[in-house]
């Protein structure tokens, strides 16, 4: 099997996902694949100065690689209606992309754990009122709405594929 029949294979297997309710467009499904698999990892313990240094000197090989001059965004997640930042996704032209797959992926963790404790909470836990659970089922809806621009009719597209 060639790189490209692999890539194509595994972009298949993302978007047959739909079927269990898991809906990935399909040029987010193209990058996700594209990349390959990640994993968690962390810079050494360094000085707040440090850490601006090292963010400073990505962003200059991050320009330097893609031939980007001038101001550029710094993408990342960000707690809806925050400024605050879980995590930078960088400068790139992919890094827009790559923070709405993990905006997506956050998400969909919210509502799992969402479910998770309000549909078998731990023995001994009080169970949350219902209109704890319906709130928290609502942040998880205009999360995913926002995500997609605040446009309830891209959302209700993504919903039916």
Same mark, same amino acid.
């Given at each position: 099997m060639t790189a490209e029949d692999k890539q194509e294979h595994e972009l298949g297997k993302v978007i047959d996902q739909r079927d269990r309710g898991v809906i990935i467009p399909r040029d987010l499904a193209e990058i996700i694949v594209s990349l390959g698999e990640v994993q968690w990892g962390a810079t050494a313990s360094l000085s707040a100065d440090e850490?601006?240094?090292?963010?400073?000197?990505?962003?200059?090989?991050?320009?330097?690689h893609f031939e980007q001059s001038g101001p550029q965004p710094?993408?990342?997640?960000? !707690?809806? *209606?925050?400024?605050?930042? %879980?995590?930078?996704?960088?400068?790139?032209?992919?890094?827009?992309?790559?923070?709405?797959? !993990?905006? *997506?992926?956050?998400?969909? %963790?919210?509502?799992?754990?969402?479910?998770?404790?309000y549909a078998t909470p731990p023995t001994g836990h009080v169970e949350p009122s219902r209109e704890a659970e319906l709130e928290a089922r609502v942040k998880y809806l205009e999360a995913a709405i926002r995500q997609l621009g605040g446009n309830i009719n891209s959302y209700i597209y993504e919903l039916l594929g």
């Open positions: 850490h601006a240094d090292h963010v400073r000197e990505s962003v200059k090989a991050t320009a330097e710094m993408n990342g997640l960000y !707690l809806v *209606g925050t400024e605050t930042v %879980l995590c930078h996704t960088g400068t790139s032209p992919n890094s827009g992309e790559i923070a709405r797959a !993990l905006t *997506g992926a956050w998400n969909r %963790l919210l509502a799992e754990a969402s479910h998770a404790l």
